[in-house]
């Protein structure tokens, strides 16, 4: 992942968990919710949404937009290229798949593959 790509998702986070906390106000706020046409906001409801729309309003409650965020900063930190390479908290990968633990310890490069997994030919790199 480049730095660039990395400050600019950091960036999005900032600006959601911001505003879900300046949407709380107070910090007093429950949790946001849809009864059919209606969206409780806990100091206020507003009706005539339609109960698709109110459902994905209230899915946006400033606890739970927080939560998100929490959640894509522990996976961003997770995916981001360390300096060092080969660190020891990055999952090594095998196959497209993560491998942590005794396995990635095992994880060794054997060469090219033929068809059913079977060494390549000689001289195929």
């Known amino acids: 992942m480049t730095e660039h790509l990395v400050t600019f998702l950091r960036t999005r986070l900032d600006e959601e968990?911001?505003?879900a906390r300046r949407c709380d106000g107070d910090g007093c706020c429950?949790?946001?919710s849809a009864h059919g046409n209606t969206v409780d906001f806990c100091q206020v409801e507003l009706s005539d949404f339609h109960p698709t729309i109110a459902l994905h309003v209230a899915l946006h409650d400033p606890a739970r937009v927080l939560l998100e965020v929490e959640a894509k900063r522990r996976i961003l930190a997770r995916h981001v290229l360390s300096p060092a390479g080969g660190a020891p908290e990055l999952p090594r990968v095998r196959g497209g798949l993560a491998v942590r633990g005794p396995a990635a310890q095992r994880t060794r490069k054997t060469g090219p593959r033929g068809v059913n997994g079977s060494p390549a030919p000689s001289g195929i790199r």
């Open 17 to 19: 968990a911001d505003l």
């Open 30 to 32: 429950g949790e946001w």
